[in-house]
Every structure is written in structure tokens, then in C-alpha cells.
């Protein structure tokens, strides 16, 4: 039996639902972007930089006349800027349909956010987890509606060093730093997915990985960016699993969407099992506490 391959003919139209995408200017997000614009989502592109994000929309319009494409500023290394995001989008919105965390770097210098967080922690974990703690009363206005992480499998290497989680105490490693934060973006999706089953919320949290995609997070390594035209899939395939995870009906809680092949690095969106430590409910509630504290962001069920 042939097995069944999840691609853009499986996502049914998504009128009159909103989408909120980060980082959609490049790589996955830009290709979540057009895809769900072409199934008739609205989708909010959450970006940094608006002149870019300009250009992708017109882009995206040169190609679908009638996409509904909104542009609203958002730096994730900002927590003034994660709160002007969401009080804007409070007053234009009643509702949020789906949250996809896309945005991300990876194995860059060392440096700080504009808060003093180690730069990819800040950006790919504490960003998002305060960014969707503001968006949830949204979220949970509507029925159905999902949360989709996007981590990685560099997230096996993880090992987060909750002592020091800015890299102030040790040598900086790049790449365990990027390993630690996709990491800590399963434990953000499997400990909040807990805390609202145990209010009984129907908002459902998922996560979802590209394989080994082509994508402008290699830029900071050439080794990588040659690697890329040897071995890596193209993104319209990686951005599948965050879409799989953010439509498909038959999605339940937890569910981690990623490649099918050895090492998951290629291939359509299937189910596949994250690490056994990001499922260490001890872990997750520290990095809960810490990522509460750090952002002040407290999350209201």
C-alpha cells in the first residue's frame, strides 16, 4: 500500500480564520505564510522588520490577488515590543484562530537581548512564551483554536543549564545554546498543554519540527550554508509540519509533527516522538518558573 503523503492538496480552506505567524519573512514562516494565504486564511504577519515584510507581502499579492495579509511590527528580543504587539492586535482582533512560533536563530555570536537574556534563549524560548501568555486570552475566546511551536531536531542535544541560562558562568557553545532553546520550546508546548487540560480548555498545543531544511538560519555558518545545497529539503516542504499541526482535524494535544526519514531529516510531515528528556515534567515546570520570572509575563487560565 502506498503510504499517504501529507502535502498542500490535504489543507482544507481556511476562510474566515486568523493566523498569527512570527517570523514570516524568510525561509518556513514565508512559506506558512503563503500557504495558508492561498487556503484563505487571514494571516497576521508578525515581523521585525516591516520594510522587508512589505516587500514579502506584495509578493505574496503578485501571486494571490486576494490573500488577506496584515503587517504588524513584533522584534522578539524586545519585551516592549512583544507588549506593543499584543495590545495592538487586542484591539483590532476579538479572536485568534492559531499561534504559530516560527521565528528563530540559530548558532549565532554571542550576545544579549535588549532584556539581558542570552540571545537565542531570549529570541526562540522566552520570546515566544511571553508573547503567547499575552496572546492567550485571544486564543481562548475561540473554540478549536491551537498553538504550534516549531522547534527542531537539534532539540536531542539539549541539555539546559537552568543555573545559568543567560551563558554568564561558562564558555559559550552556539550550538548547545540553540539545541537548549529548541528544547526548551518542547518543554513550553508539553507543560502548558498540561495546565490547560487541567482547566478543561479545549486550546490545543502542539509542536512541529522541518527536518533539515533550507532556510537563512544557516547563515552564520559557510559549512552549513554549503551543506544546504547538498542535503537539505527545500522549505515548502519543512513549513508542512507547523501547517500540519495548526489544521489537520485529527491533531490532538502534544502531538510533534516532523520528517519521516532516518534522522528525520527529510520528507513529508508525520508524527514522530520528541527526546525522552523533553518530557521531563521537573524540567519543564523550572524552566516554567524561570521563564515566568525572567519575562514577567504570568499566564491567566
Known amino acids: 500500500m502506498k503510504k499517504e503523503i501529507w502535502n498542500e492538496i490535504r489543507i482544507s480552506d481556511q476562510i474566515n480564520k486568523v493566523f498569527i505567524v512570527t517570523g ?8 506558512t505564510l503563503r500557504i495558508l494565504s492561498k487556503k484563505n486564511a487571514t494571516v497576521i504577519m508578525a515581523a521585525r522588520d516591516i520594510k522587508k515584510a512589505e516587500s514579502v507581502k506584495n509578493e505574496m499579492l503578485s501571486q494571490n490577488k486576494n490573500g488577506k495579509i496584515d503587517i504588524q511590527e513584533l522584534d522578539l528580543s524586545s519585551l516592549e515590543s512583544i507588549n506593543n504587539f499584543s495590545e495592538a492586535i487586542k484591539k483590532k482582533y476579538k479572536v485568534i484562530d492559531v499561534l504559530i512560533n516560527n521565528a528563530g536563530i540559530m548558532a549565532c555570536p554571542y550576545s544579549k ?6 540571545i537565542q534563549m531570549g529570541t526562540n524560548h522566552l520570546g515566544h512564551f511571553a508573547l503567547t501568555g499575552l496572546l492567550l486570552p485571544l486564543l481562548q475566546k475561540q473554540s478549536n483554536s491551537r498553538i504550534v511551536n516549531i522547534s527542531s531536531i ?37 507543560e502548558l498543554s498540561r495546565k490547560l487540560s487541567l482547566k478543561n480548555d479545549n486550546l490545543k498545543v502542539l509542536a ?3 527536518g533539515y531544511s533550507d532556510t537563512d538560519l544557516q547563515r552564520y555558518s559557510g559549512f552549513f550554508k554549503v551543506l544546504n545545497k547538498i542535503a537539505a529539503q527545500n522549505s515548502k516542504i519543512g513549513a508542512l509540519a507547523g501547517i500540519r499541526a495548526a489544521v489537520d482535524p485529527n491533531a490532538k494535544p502534544d502531538d510533534y509533527y516532523g520528517s519521516p526519514s532516518f534522522g528525520e531529516i527529510k520528507g513529508h510531515p508525520v508524527l514522530v516522538k520528541s527526546s525522552k528528556l523533553s518530557h521531563n515534567k521537573a524540567n519543564a515546570e523550572t524552566l516554567w518558573r524561570l521563564s515566568e520570572e525572567l519575562t514577567g509575563v504570568s499566564y491567566l487560565f
Open 113 to 118: 537581548t535588549k532584556d539581558g537574556f542570552e
Open 24 to 31: 514570516p519573512t524568510s525561509g518556513l514562516g514565508k512559506e
Open 154 to 190: 537539534a532539540h536531542k542535544s539539549g541539555n539546559i543549564n537552568f543555573d545559568d541560562l543567560n551563558w554568564e558562568k561558562r564558555k559559550y557553545k552556539t550550538w548547545s545554546a540553540y539545541s537548549d532553546s529548541k528544547l526548551a520550546n518542547l518543554y513550553f508546548t508539553y
Open 208 to 210: 512541529a519540527h522541518p
